[in-house]
């Protein structure tokens, strides 16, 4: 009930400012929130990266959770070294192209997710953009969160805004806030994944359409390769989720193991459809390339149709413009018409045979 009861909190707050964006952070070019929970409250003030730990460690329930987009190796070295974290981790989160997955660091859980976005667009084209991909990282100890956004898209600001309206689940801590990631990252590939399959289903009509013209291969081209991009962002997250599902780290609070399996569960669903929507263009792209040899099947019967009509008079007026002496019905008054009218009936005849016979 309550990850549902989030996840409509959440979609309400998409069209939020995007608090994510380095431009608007008050706390450096990398930093862009850095704040202090406690006991599901958020704490007034704001808090350097040092001073913030220090002030939730005072008492029972605190945390904090900072937030960076895109940080190079020298603005990342101060905050890993406060933290203690792991330097293959730490390397990981800079660079970014990972796979999503779950790795445990002592008592570190860092975890990285494939954030995706639908391009919007008029129309499906062969160089159109469908689905634009990002990385988000995700830090978290006994006490700290730290998020690392890449990517132009991906915000967590309306996720943060929406935690915060559930005092009771952002009271269980840092691994409330991992879960609620995961399910916000996962809500995306459903709403993507939707949005993919109007596209489909576009594609789908004109290749089928009667009166139209016939589908691009390059739009279901261009489909199958974006939607490759999805498959990439969306399937190797199963393994993790499974782990914090039904094998979770020490870092991982017990009780916001089970609300894993439902993040889980939503993946599942994403995958299906895009393995369905994979197995789907494959059809697509067969009966279009069917269709293609099809039409050009018929455009050779009626070039063949129209060779042999043109055939019988190149033959009679080749046979009369051979210039012999003695052939029948040279000089006779009625051999002209007679010829005409033969070549016009053999023409028909043969024309009548044809259309019968659905070659034209």
């Keep these: 009930m309550i990850s549902n009861l989030s996840r409509a909190v959440r979609r309400a707050y998409r069209r939020t400012v995007d608090l994510s ?15 202090v929970y406690r ?22 329930g605190g945390f904090v959770w900072i937030g960076l987009h895109e940080p190079t190796n ?25 796979r999503p997955k779950v790795e445990r660091y002592d008592d570190t859980l860092f975890a990285v997710f494939k954030t995706v976005r639908y391009v919007e667009h008029e129309q499906l ?25 890449h990517g132009s898209h991906g915000s967590l600001g309306p996720l943060r805004e929406a935690l915060e309206s559930l005092p009771d ?50 739009q279901i081209y261009q489909l199958k390769r974006e939607l490759l991009e999805l498959k990439r962002a969306v399937v190797p997250l199963a393994r993790p989720l499974q782990i914090l599902a039904h094998e979770p780290p020490a870092a991982l609070s017990p009780d916001i193991q089970p ?15 895009i393995n369905a929507f994979d197995g789907l263009l494959d059809s697509i792209l067969q009966a279009h390339l069917a269709q293609v040899t099809v039409a050009q099947n018929e455009d050779m019967r009626k070039i063949t149709a129209w060779a042999a009509i043109v ?23 009625y051999g002209y018409p007679l010829v005409l009218g033969v070549i016009v009936t053999l023409c028909f005849v043969i024309h009548r045979g044809f259309r019968r016979n659905g070659w034209l």
């Design 21 to 35: 964006h380095p431009a608007r952070s008050p706390l450096g070019s990398a930093v862009v929130n850095c704040v």
């Design 39 to 60: 006991e599901g409250g958020r704490q007034p003030g704001d808090w350097a990266p040092d001073e913030a730990i220090r002030r939730a460690r005072k008492g029972r």
């Design 74 to 98: 020298e603005e990342f070295a101060g905050l890993a070294k406060l933290f203690g974290l792991h330097p293959l981790a730490v390397e990981d989160a800079v660079h970014a192209h990972q």
């Design 125 to 149: 084209t062969a160089t159109s953009e469908v689905v634009d991909t990002g990385e988000l990282m995700v830090f978290i100890g006994r006490d700290f969160v730290i998020t690392i956004r």
């Design 169 to 218: 689940q952002l009271a269980k801590g840092p691994s409330a806030v991992l879960h609620a990631i995961a399910d916000h990252v996962v809500d995306d590939y459903l709403e993507v994944t939707d949005a993919v399959q109007n596209d489909i289903e576009a594609v789908e009509t004109a290749v089928f359409a009667e009166h139209t013209a016939r589908g691009d291969a390059g």
């Design 259 to 273: 609300y894993f399996r439902d993040v889980a569960d939503h993946l599942a669903r994403a995958t299906e459809q």
């Design 311 to 333: 055939a019988v008079p190149t033959m009679i007026c080749g046979l009369y413009g051979m210039n012999f002496d003695h052939m029948p019905e040279l000089r006779w008054t």
